[in-house]
Structure formats: structure tokens, C-alpha cells
């Protein structure tokens, strides 16, 4: 069993079988020069390396600036689902953004799959990418949840099938006792090995000529028509200045950072399971995720072990006894593993916004900053860097269907956001109970 890694002591990947089964190990540079692009990006995450790729697909010259390695953050270290849909219960933002922006939401949030499904196949990323998801139920009202959900979707004309599975249904794909029925998506969402798909994705920056530093920490941002921003070794003026730093930002610029909650979720991943094993709990190969606040999600990786998620806390810490915690959430779910071992545990931290809506907006000159999935990020990082790409080439439409909504600053400022709004997820986690 290997030892944990917090997220903040060291520049290198943390301990995670997603590091310790990567294609490669990037190995760019540290940025020590005084240099000049048409695009700097901050953070090289799925946020950032594919706002890098969407401009140098479009010829734009970018510089992209991770401050330890290439997917370090939430992107190396996630559940591996592929979810699509962007933010939650759309129809909120109705006054603000209108039926057609409400419709082009909608609309991007099947886009953004079908971006991970192209991008894999033009540039050949070797990824485990496998199709198939299905949400499950613990509760009588989850069902009718997911019954009301395919109803909305197929009103929508979501272009995959949803499937209801009753209990025994549920057999075919979840074997556990614990869950009464489920709904299926076969073609729609799935799940990949997230630190391969991104590191494939930066080399094909990297190849359409995007320079890339990692260990380059941006330590001051100078904003307006002409940003600017500083590590310790070096500086990148350029015409566009992207922040795609999300939980991991810090207080760099505190303006956005007041808007956004890093929330903490761990993840362990079991030895590789025999053929048996996986008959016996996972026979359908999908994603799966249950529907509370504090969920749980699993799914098998490439190599058949069970990969298993959850322990959702807000107040953005590690927990003491990762692999003890987490491997109880997973007996109650799949009590057949007990004699299974662990082999990987780790932590990350998501950026949560108030309204669960990803926040993508313009701060002074051509400074844009994308943060706040809210937990749900794999597929919408890959949008949201395309409609940034497209601001920067000019056509603003979507962009600034997004820019439109408020987000709220979490109250109390920097110190006092963290437990005020625990104290508020703690009342939606008691919600979940009944
Ligand atoms: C444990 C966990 C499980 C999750 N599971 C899922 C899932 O199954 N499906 C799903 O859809 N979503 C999931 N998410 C959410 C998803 O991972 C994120 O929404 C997504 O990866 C965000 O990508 P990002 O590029 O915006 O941020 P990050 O991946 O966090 O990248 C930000 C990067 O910016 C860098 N950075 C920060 N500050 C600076 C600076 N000053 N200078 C230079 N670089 C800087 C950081 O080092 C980091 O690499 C999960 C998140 C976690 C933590």
C-alpha cells in the first residue's frame, strides 16, 4: 500500500495509480526567460491544457504555465467519469440568460463528450476511454429522480438512450445489494484514465507548437490590454491572459477566489481483480455514481481494478485515515472485496461554486478566468475551453451566455467561507438521509 501525498507537499504527482500507471512522464522545462505569446494560461490541468489545444488548433501562439507537473491538480486525480451536462437544474437561470441561453447550455453539455470522443480518436490518445454510465438509486425517491431526469432529457432530445433498470435489471451492470434500481446511459458518459487523456492532450499542444513550462509557478498577474504574469525565474506579456488555476489557485487573484470553495474527495484503487472479481460486482464495465450530496462513485480502470470514490468534505482536508475510510465505503457496497488489497489511496481538491454552475468570465482587459466545477469537470473543462478559445478568435456568443450569470462570493471572506459553508453542506448531507 503506498503513502499519501497531501496535495500541497510536493511539486511532483501525488501517489495515485493514475500516476503510477502513466504512458509517460512529462518533463517540460521551468520557464527562466522574459517571453512574449499571444495567449499566456495559467494552470495546466484539463482547464488549461485544452484552452491551449482549442487555440493552437485556431494558430495562435500560447505559453502555458503549470506550477508542478502537467495534470497535477484535480485533473490527474479524479474519478475518471465522463459525465456530460453542464451545471445543474438549467431552468434557474432562465431571467438571467433566456430560454435560448438555457437551450445552448444544454446543448454544450452533450458537446463536451463528444470533444473528449474526437480529440482521442484525431489525435490518438491511448486512454482506456470506455463508454457506458449508470446512476443508482439507495432511495424509492432516487428513482423517481432518475425517472423525471430521462423524461427532461428526452424532452431535450439528449441524443443516447437512458434506460431504467429495476432491481434485477441492475444485475446486468452493479451487483450490490445496496442499491434498488438504476438508471443506464450506454453510449452517452463513460470514464478514461484522466492523467493519459491529458498528457496526450498537452503533447498534441505541445506539437501544434504551444510552449509549455511546468515547475513555473505564476506569482504575480499584472491585468489589463496587455497582461502579464510572473514566476520566479521569468515573465509571459502577451495579448490574452487565461486563469484556469481553480481550487489549486490560491489567492493569486482574490477577486475569483472569493467565489470558489476547494472541496476535498479522496479516491483508492484495489489490486487488479480477477475475471471472477469483476463478474461478481462490475459485470457492465460502467461508471457509476450514486446521487448524494457526499456521493459514491467507482467504476473499473483499464486494467480491471476497482477504482472507488468518495468522502466528499468541504472543508478542503485530507482525511487522517484515507485508506480505512475508504475502504469501509467500498465494503458496504461491494462486501465480496474484503480480502481484496488496496494498492492506491490520494486526495484532490475540487473547485465548488455557490450555484454549481461552472464560472467562466472576464476580469480587467483581456484577462478571462474558468473555475468552479463543482466536482463535475472531466467532460465540461473540455467546453469551456473551447468557448474561451472561441472568445479569444472573436466570436463571443457562447462565452458570454456563461459570463451572464452571478456568482456569488462565499461569505465570511478567505477564512471564514471554508466552515460557513461545511455548516451548510453538513444540512444538505442530512437531506441526503432522508
Ligand atoms: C478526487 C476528485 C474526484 C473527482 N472526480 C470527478 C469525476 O469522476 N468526474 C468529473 O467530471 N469530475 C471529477 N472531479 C472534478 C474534476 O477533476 C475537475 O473539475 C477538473 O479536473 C478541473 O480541472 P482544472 O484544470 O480546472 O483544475 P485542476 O486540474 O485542479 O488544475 C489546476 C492546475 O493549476 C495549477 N496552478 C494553480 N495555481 C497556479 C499558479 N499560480 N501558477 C501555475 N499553475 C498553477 C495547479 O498546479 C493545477 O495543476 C473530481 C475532482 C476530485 C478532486
Known sequence: MLGLNTPQNTREHTQSYYAATANWQTD???????????VAIVGGGFTGVNTALELAE?????????????????????????????GHSLEQFEKTIGKDGVRAIYDMGVECCDIIRERVAKYQIDCDLTWGYCD???????????????????????????????KQQLQSQVRSDLYLGGMLNRTGNGHCHVLNLCIGE??????????????????????GDQPAVFTDQGSVRAKHLVLGGNAYLGNLVPKISAKVLPSNSSVITT????????????????????????????????????????????????????????????LKVFPSLEDVKLEHGWSGQMGIGMN????????????????????????PTHM????????????????????????????????????????GMLYYKLLDEL
Not at 58 to 86: K, P
Not at 360 to 377: D, F, M, T
Not at 408 to 421: A, D, I, K
Open 28 to 38: 517540460y522545462p521551468t520557464l527562466a526567460a522574459n517571453i512574449e505569446a499571444d
Open 58 to 86: 485556431r494558430g495562435y501562439s500560447v505559453v502555458l504555465l503549470e506550477a508542478n507537473r502537467i495534470s497535477w491538480g484535480a485533473t490527474g486525480r479524479n474519478g475518471g467519469q465522463v459525465i456530460g451536462g453542464i
Open 136 to 166: 443508482v438509486a439507495l432511495k424509492p425517491r432516487h428513482m423517481r429522480e432518475f425517472e423525471a431526469e430521462k423524461a427532461y432529457q428526452e424532452r431535450m432530445g439528449y441524443p443516447h438512450t437512458l434506460e431504467m433498470l429495476d
Open 202 to 223: 498537452a503533447r498534441a499542444a505541445e506539437q501544434l507548437g504551444v510552449r509549455i513550462f511546468e515547475h513555473s509557478r505564476v506569482t504575480k498577474v499584472v491585468q
Open 271 to 330: 489490486e487488479p481483480l480477477t475475471d471472477e472479481q469483476v463478474a461478481a460486482i462490475m459485470p457492465g464495465n460502467r461508471a457509476v455514481c450514486d446521487p448524494r450530496t457526499a456521493l459514491d462513485y467507482f467504476r473499473l480502470t483499464g486494467d480491471k481494478r476497482l477504482l472507488f470514490g468518495g468522502l466528499s468534505n468541504y472543508t478542503g482536508r485530507e482525511p487522517k485515515d484515507l485508506f480505512g475510510v475508504m475502504r469501509q465505503k467500498m
Open 356 to 379: 454549481r454552475m461552472p464560472q467562466l468570465g472576464r476580469l480587467k482587459g483581456n484577462v478571462y478566468y474558468i473555475q468552479a466545477y463543482s466536482g463535475h469537470g472531466v467532460a
Open 384 to 423: 469551456m475551453g473551447r468557448i474561451t478559445a472561441q472568445m479569444i478568435a472573436g466570436q463571443a456568443e457562447r462565452f458570454d451566455v456563461f459570463a451572464k450569470i452571478k456568482h456569488w462570493s462565499f461569505p465570511g471572506g478567505r477564512m471564514l467561507r471554508t466552515p460557513s459553508f461545511a455548516l
